[in-house]
Nanobody, 124 residues
Framework: QVQLVESGGGLVQAGGSLRLSCAASGRTFSSNAMGWFRQAPGKEREFVAAIAWSGGRTYYADSVKGRFTISRDNAKNSVYLQMNSLKPEDTAVYYC?????????????????WGQGTQVTVSS
């Protein structure tokens, strides 16, 4: 059974930092692109960041560029999201996802596996 399990969410003040982790089990994703998405109450799930299979290429939503960093450790079958300079508008449930391909994609329909999400709340 394939599982993606996120951790590291929580409550933080504006300007603070959090590091999200996503651990995969049930199969290896070392040949797959991985991504992070988020969903705020009443809004659609939106793309945040993605990383290619090797970790050599990354891509970010404009809203997080320069503040968030995605990385991966294929030996640990894990992906991470370092979030700095957090803003109240970053408040959302954050989801880890695995694509079936190796290249970066940004649409939710292009990801086959999803975690259950972790809540990030940024207070002003």
């Amino acid at each position: 059974q394939v599982q993606l399990v996120e951790s590291g969410g929580g409550l933080v003040q504006a300007g603070g930092s959090l590091r999200l982790s996503c651990a995969a089990s049930g199969r290896t994703f070392s040949s797959n692109a991985m991504g992070w998405f988020r969903q705020a109450p009443g809004k659609e799930r939106e793309f945040v960041a993605a990383i290619a299979w090797s970790g050599g290429r990354t891509y970010y939503a404009d809203s997080v560029k320069g503040r968030f960093t995605i990385s991966r450790d294929n030996a640990k079958n894990s992906v991470y999201l370092q979030m700095n300079s957090l803003k109240p508008e970053d408040t959302a449930v954050y989801y880890c996802a695995a694509s079936s391909g190796w290249t970066i994609v940004t649409q939710t329909r292009e990801y086959d596996y999803w975690g259950q999400g972790t809540q990030v709340t940024v207070s002003s």
